[in-house]
């Protein structure tokens, strides 16, 4: 079983700064990509950034040069800085995972959705 445990959202003014953290729990884990999302009321999903194994990421354009995304494999977490937020910015945060994890020997398929963190920018 992989969970994962978010953490770090709230309430901040704009300009503010957030950092959020995503925890995968699980063993022999091996998470090819990690990822944040969010939603904000009335509206869809829609991906915020991104980070592969091989370090690459990418970004939304509104959030691009604002939030940095970045991941410690040796903890299996991810995290978003998030600066300069605006209210725009606020919705419900999900992480994603996706990779394998071995049982034994056979490589088994890991796609999970984090619980999700409020994010309230706000005067």
């Known amino acids: 079983q992989v969970q994962l445990v978010e953490s770090g959202g709230g309430l901040v003014q704009p300009g503010g700064s957030l950092r959020l953290s995503c925890a995968a729990s699980?063993?022999?884990?091996?998470?090819?990509?990690m990822a944040w999302y969010r939603q904000a009321p009335g509206k869809l999903r829609e991906s915020v950034a991104t980070?592969?194994?091989?370090?690459?990421?990418s970004y939304s354009e509104p959030v691009k040069g604002r939030f940095t995304i970045s991941r410690d494999d040796a903890k299996t977490t991810v995290y978003l800085q998030m600066n300069s937020l605006a209210p725009e910015d606020t919705g419900v945060y999900f992480c994603?995972?996706?990779?394998?994890?071995?049982?034994?020997?056979?490589?088994?398929?890991?796609?999970?959705w984090g619980q999700g963190t409020q994010v309230t920018v706000s005067e």
């Open positions: 699980g063993s022999a884990l091996s998470l090819d990509t």
């Open positions: 994603y995972v996706y990779g394998r994890r071995f049982v034994g020997a056979v490589p088994v398929v890991v796609s999970h």
């Open positions: 980070i592969h194994s091989s370090g690459g990421t």
